[in-house]
């Protein structure tokens, strides 16, 4: 009898030693695909944050082409070079010689002139001489400064003091117009007529012009804030608040001084040089 009942519990206890193998074998197997679904859960999670990655990359490189070729075409489209300022500054002069190489005797003209100038490895630039008649130079430069690629003012360099107040009037407007603003074509003030013993200098006009300009931004910011006051105009404010007005203040809208004389065509070095960087 204590035979058997020694067997029993030899028995009994094989059992559950048997019984725990199993369970810790459960418990082993358990934990394995535990760990097995989580590695896939993470793997899964990973290659789901790289595929968004790569989805905004992707977003991100077409974006950028599409921008750079609605840029390009933009600046492809725009080949013309819009010659403006007041009458008798020379600006049919200075066509003349660029378009047809020589001196044309020329008139005060109520309509524009065009024509093409071939740039050397650039391509054609389409020249428009603007007229300067205050009745008629806001029409015709409107139906062109949507293709303009570059803005040459053209000033007398001789008469710009009797001069200053309508020339400074002008090139303001030319300055804020919001066609200008959003294209920022290259603006070049060409300071013509210096064949003249007592024309004035470039250096010596521009600082004439900031000064005139900032009396003129003054003026002009004043009597939009009255007109807002009563309705929904936003007045457009050329150069940093708070300071004197200085061109270096408009970038990104660039403007540039130059000398020139249309009497002789190599006197217009400066503004060819000027024009095959902006073709």
């Known amino acids: 009898m204590e035979t058997n009942e020694v ?3 030899t028995i009994n206890e094989k059992q559950r030693l048997v019984s725990h193998g199993e369970d810790d074998d459960q418990e082993s197997e358990m934990s394995k695909k535990d760990e097995t679904l989580r590695s896939v859960l993470d793997s899964d999670e ?12 992707i977003v991100g490189f077409i974006t950028l082409a599409v921008f750079l070729f609605v840029w390009r075409r933009g600046r492809v489209s725009r080949r013309g070079i819009c010659l403006v300022g007041l009458c008798e500054s020379g600006k049919t002069l200075i066509f003349t010689q660029l378009v047809y190489k020589k001196a044309l005797e020329s008139f005060t003209s109520m309509k524009e002139n065009v024509g093409m100038l071939e740039i050397e490895n650039k391509g054609a630039l389409k020249i428009v001489d603007v007229p300067g008649h ?8 409107d139906n062109y400064k949507n293709t303009a690629r570059g803005i040459v003012f053209v000033l007398d360099s001789f008469t710009l003091t ?3 107040r309508d020339v400074a009037e002008y090139l303001y407007t ?6 200008i603003s959003a294209n920022r074509p290259q ?9 003249h013993a007592l024309a004035k200098g470039p250096q010596v006009i521009q600082s004439l012009l900031e000064k005139e300009m900032n009396l003129l931004r003054n003026t002009k910011t004043n009597q939009l804030e009255a007109i807002s006051e009563g309705g929904n105009q ?3 404010f050329l150069g940093h608040e708070g300071k004197n007005f200085e061109f270096a203040d408009l970038l990104p809208l660039r403007v540039e001084f130059a000398a020139s004389s249309a009497q002789q065509v190599e006197d217009l070095n400066s503004l060819k040089s000027w024009l095959h960087t902006v073709a």
């Open 234 to 236: 936003k007045s457009y």
């Open 134 to 141: 205050e009745r008629v130079r806001q029409r015709f430069f």
């Open 7 to 9: 067997d029993d519990e």
């Open 162 to 164: 009797k001069d200053i």
């Open 174 to 179: 030319v300055l804020s117009d919001s066609v």
């Open 46 to 57: 990973k290659m789901s944050q790289w595929g968004t990655i790569v989805i905004a990359l």
């Open 187 to 195: 603006i070049l003030i060409l300071c013509n007529k210096q064949d």
